[in-house]
């Protein structure tokens, strides 16, 4: 039988948002939750209200775990560390949030098979450059989710604006899970047209005012998210599941995740969120065609941005 089980590591309000949410895939027979020794009873807390809400379904398969679960886990999701208060930008997280992923990884390095790995933490596009650098996940089962969740933001505007369904758009958000994403026209396509094609054949205004209202939207939804309820959590956790049921049921899927740059566009030594093909196996091929020449300069810039900052705050931490 197939191993279906997802070690969650980390059970604050992302973490455990997961657990709930992959507790009603059916494809999935086991999901460990691991937090630090002394958060054991938020953990039972956790597991015990999750189960409760399907007392005709529930079928015990949530449990609190250790690392020596990650060992048959074909999905182990990290989602430890500090959460940014509203004063604070995702970069701010980074000395802190570092120790805490050197650590997780140390813990799983002993237990690690082939699983595939994906990172939530943030800085996330920072965190998944260390985590690629301590070197004990390969290349395709490594990734962070990076700009999924801005792409989803930007889809849910383009649903709005445009009354069309989520399935009638493609459209992705790439660069830096922070302030410096930024929307590809290039590759968004309405009903299989390029955005200009769809609007003048349906008679829709757009124009840049338009572009740049949406854009700053969907940058700025997770701190207007912050500042109404301190943290952010189904929005992330419904990404991971659409990444955990490609994963575990090989469905092909072209999502802008984040992981180590290869040389894509000349650039390495960073991860940045490209529009990536997963599956099964986990990173397939990364979608490097169809980008203007502006959009390439905006991955030039926000790789030596990321360069910049990693080198300034990395020379505080040791991992
Ligand atoms: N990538 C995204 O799109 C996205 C979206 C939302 C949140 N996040 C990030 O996810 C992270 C978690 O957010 P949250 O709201 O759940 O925070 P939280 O404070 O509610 O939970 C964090 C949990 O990590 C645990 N933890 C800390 N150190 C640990 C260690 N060494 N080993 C195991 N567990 C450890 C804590 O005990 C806590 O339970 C934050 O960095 C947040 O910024 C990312």
Redesign the pocket.
């Known amino acids: 039988m197939a191993n279906n089980k997802v070690t969650i ?7 455990s948002t997961i657990a709930y949410t992959l507790n009603f895939c059916h494809y999935i027979h086991q999901i460990a939750l ?3 020794p002394g ?1 054991m009873e ?1 953990i039972e807390s956790e597991i015990l209200d999750i189960t409760h809400g399907l007392p005709l379904r529930c079928s015990g398969k949530l449990y609190a775990g250790d690392y020596p679960d990650c060992r048959d886990s074909k999905i182990i999701i990290i ?6 208060l509203e004063s604070e930008s ?1 970069i701010d ?1 980074l000395s802190v ?1 570092a120790h ?1 992923i050197s ?2 990884v140390t813990n799983i390095a002993p237990f690690y098979k082939d699983s595939i790995v994906i990172l ?3 800085p ?1 596009d920072m965190l998944a450059h260390m985590v690629h650098e301590i070197g004990v996940f390969p290349y395709s089962k490594f990734f962070a ?1 990076g700009c999924i ?1 801005d792409s989803s933001r930007f889809i849910s505007q383009m649903v709005q604006k445009l009354q069309l369904k989520n399935q009638d758009i493609k459209g992705y958000v790439a660069g830096e ?1 922070g302030e410096m994403q930024f929307i590809l026209w290039s590759h968004l396509k309405l009903k299989n047209k390029a955005v200009n094609e769809y609007c003048q054949i349906n008679n829709i205004v757009w124009n840049d005012e338009i572009m740049d209202d949406i854009q700053s939207k969907t940058k700025s939804y997770g701190s207007d998210i912050i500042k109404g309820k301190a ?3 189904y929005g ?1 956790a419904s990404c991971v599941l659409f990444l955990v049921d490609s994963i575990i049921n090989d469905i092909e899927i072209i999502v802008s995740i984040c992981c180590e740059m290869m040389g894509e566009f000349d650039i390495v030594n960073v991860a940045m969120s490209l529009p990536t093909i997963i599956n099964g196996n986990g990173i397939r091929e990364r979608v490097i065609h169809g980008y203007t020449k502006k959009e390439v300069n905006q991955l030039y810039n926000i790789a030596s941005y990321l360069k910049q900052k990693m080198h300034k705050h990395t020379r505080k931490i040791v991992y």
């Open positions: 590591i980390g059970a604050g309000n992302v973490g691991i937090d630090l958060k938020k989602a430890a560390g500090r959460n940014r995702r997280l949030n805490i650590d997780v939530i933490t943030n996330n989710t969740l899970h943290f952010t959590n992330i």
